[in-house]
């Protein structure tokens, strides 16, 4: 069992920063990769960008140079750092974990982020 809880959210500027958090409780030695997914309404959930256990990272085509996502282990904790934010980055974001073995996937609850323009 792993309980995420996603941290960060809000309104921000277009042109401006934010950094969402996520930290992972419970069964934390379990997970392989974390990562971060998003929802905007009406739209179906799509990938941000993934990071295993040893730093290795993967990013949705149009995000990358704009979003970096990072892990702190020892702090069980995975942060997506977003740039030069857009109003179409307005959505849900949500933060995942996974297991190989069984292969299960968590979701937080999830954090808005509205972009104004």
């Known amino acids: 069992q792993v309980q995420l809880a996603e941290s960060g959210g809000g309104l921000v500027q277009a042109g401006g920063s934010l950094r969402l958090s996520c930290a992972a409780s419970?069964?934390?030695?379990?997970?392989?990769?974390m990562g971060w997914y998003r929802q905007a309404p009406g739209k179906q959930r799509e990938l941000v960008a993934t990071?295993?256990?040893?730093?290795?990272?993967n990013y949705a085509d149009s995000l990358k140079g704009r979003f970096t996502i990072s892990r702190e282990n020892a702090k069980d904790t995975v942060y997506l750092q977003m740039n030069s934010l857009r109003p179409e980055d307005t959505a849900i974001y949500y933060c995942?974990?996974?297991?190989?073995?069984?292969?299960?996937?968590?979701w937080g609850k999830g954090s808005l982020v509205t972009v104004a323009s």
């Open positions: 990071i295993t256990r040893g730093l290795s990272t």
């Open positions: 995942t974990a996974q297991r190989n073995v069984p292969k299960i996937v968590y």
């Open positions: 419970g069964n934390i030695f379990s997970i392989n990769n």
